[in-house]
């Protein structure tokens, strides 16, 4: 079983996107996939769930009493939501554990993450892999080699840089750049995603790529079909 968070310091970057479709992608491949997340929103509901997502127990209750409410998204793939992120001792203690117990229940976890490192460690240093979502404007660009220097470079399998405008100059440049800085590393960096319609209205629609057939579906499918091959 591979753990893999998806994470960045910016919100609105495209992180649950991304995470929903990696899974959606490995569940069609007949991976069995596990969501968790480190973000309380529980976007991930929003992304690929369209029936009633009230829950009380989630990740905490599944690591402290084996009772948490595992939702079935699509065919192989399963989310665990979070009820918040109060953390005691124990659950720090016994999340260890709670991963040794499913082990041989998935494939794959995904973790979706929140924006704030503090609340991450954790999760961070459950996972194998770390995906990077970026956005090409300074500010994003500036925020992931800052993130790059406070985590496990090592664990870093891609940068996908995401809502993508390519008609402007700034997005071309900043992603040019941190393509450059990017060199000669082990890490991915992929195509970018574009900021498309189709993909506000595919969300909307709570689909996800796989489940299209059209030129704008296959350009992206192409972009995580790169990533799944490195995770
Ligand atoms: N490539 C894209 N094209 C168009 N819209 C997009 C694209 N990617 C994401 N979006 C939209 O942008 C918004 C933010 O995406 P998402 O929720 O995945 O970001 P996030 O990093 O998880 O945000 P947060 O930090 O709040 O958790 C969503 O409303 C989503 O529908
Ligand atoms: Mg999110």
Do not use: C, H
């Not at 996908?160 to 700034?170: E, F, G, P």
């Amino acid at each position: 079983m591979k753990i893999i968070s998806i994470k960045n310091n910016k919100g609105g970057v495209g992180k649950t996107f991304i995470t929903t479709q990696l899974a959606a992608g490995l569940a069609y491949a007949d991976k069995r996939v596990l969501i968790l997340t480190s973000d309380p929103q529980n976007n991930v509901f929003n992304f690929l769930f369209k029936g009633d997502k009230t829950f009380k127990k989630g990740l905490k209750a599944e690591v402290l009493k084996k009772d948490g409410e595992y939702f079935r998204l699509r065919s192989n793939l399963y989310f665990l939501p979070l009820e918040d992120v109060k953390f005691s001792n124990q659950f720090l203690k016994e999340v260890v554990e709670f991963i040794k117990r499913i082990k041989n229940e998935f494939d794959y976890i995904l973790i979706d993450s929140i924006p704030t490192l503090k609340i991450d460690e954790i999760f961070l240093n459950l996972s194998d892999y770390i995906i990077i979502p970026s956005y090409a404007d300074e500010l994003t660009t500036e925020s992931i080699l800052e993130l790059l220097k406070t985590i496990d470079v090592s664990k870093v399998k891609a940068i996908v840089t995401n809502r993508y405008k390519s008609t402007s100059a700034v997005q071309k440049a900043n992603y040019t750049a941190l393509k450059s800085d990017l060199e000669g590393s082990s890490i991915l960096f992929t195509d970018p995603i574009e900021n498309l319609s189709f993909i506000e209205l595919m969300i909307q629609n709570k689909k996800t790529i796989w489940e299209y057939n059209n030129t704008f579906a296959t350009k992206v499918q192409k972009i995580f079909l790169e990533i799944l091959k490195v995770i």
